[in-house]
């Protein structure tokens, strides 16, 4: 499967994705062999690429690894900086998507559901044809599911709303649409408990990722030491980065 299919709109959202990609084929390429100076850097490039393509900037301290010079210690600090960051996206996507559920009360989802059992009646009694009939009956039961959860996602709502639109172009008879009045009374009854729903605080800025912060390992020089030029101690003259 191509990784770069099907890519979320959202920057954040396909990070993640490409990075699941990445890692899964970096874990997979180690179990089928013992080459960590090829698979280790091929991993650290592509996400880096990733980042970078994608604006997250929490990982602009990372330079991209040249040949198969990657130190051991800079990679396992990379990989928990990308868990840090991954961790960071997923609690504020949770909170993006959760904004476009709302709960409902034991009485507004006995409406909804009666509503639903009347749409299902009229679509039955249309001259539409089977096949389209059974995409809206599948349709209808995914979202009479949806409604007994403690809160639903409103693309159900979207779903239905498309599938009675094209049902509506196919049959041109006047009356012979009355599931629109059903349909009406559902989405009254989302506004209703939208509008009742407690007012959350705005969601954090999505953009706005925290780098972590850090000492990174000193690079190595030829003789395969720490590199330290000016001969003191080197934990004194370690930097903290910011990112």
Do not use: C
Not at 65 to 82: E, H, K, Q
Not at 183 to 196: H, R, T
Request: proline content about 5%; cysteine-free.
């Amino acid at each position: 499967m191509n990784p770069y299919d099907d890519l979320s709109d959202d920057d954040q959202i396909a990070f993640l994705q490409l990075e699941h990609e990445f890692r899964t084929q970096f874990e997979t390429d180690m179990e089928d062999g013992d080459n960590w100076n090829w698979y280790a850097p091929d991993y650290m490039s592509k996400v880096l690429a990733a980042a970078r393509q994608l604006n997250i900037e929490a990982l602009d301290a990372y330079q991209t690894p040249i040949g198969n010079t990657l130190d051991g210690g800079v990679f396992s600090t990379f990989m928990r900086d990308v868990d840090y960051i991954k961790v960071q996206i997923r609690i504020m996507s949770s909170r993006r998507v959760g904004k476009m559920k709302v709960g409902f009360t034991a009485e507004q989802k006995t409406k909804l559901h009666g509503y639903i059992e009347r749409m299902r009646q009229e679509i039955q009694q249309s001259e539409t044809n089977e096949n389209k009939k059974d995409a809206i009956y599948k349709i209808l039961a995914n979202l009479n599911d949806e409604i007994s959860k403690d809160r639903t996602k409103y693309e159900r709502l979207a779903d239905l709303a498309r599938s009675l639109a094209g049902l509506s172009k196919e049959v041109e008879r006047e009356g012979a649409q009355p599931w629109w009045k059903w349909f009406k009374l559902m989405a009254g009854v989302v506004d209703d408990a939208k509008e009742n729903e407690p007012k959350l605080p705005p969601v954090q800025e999505t953009k706005r990722i925290e780098a972590p912060r850090k000492e990174l390992p000193k690079p190595m020089d030829s003789g395969g030491h720490n590199s330290n030029k000016s001969g003191g101690n080197e934990s004194e003259l370690d930097d903290e980065i910011p990112f």
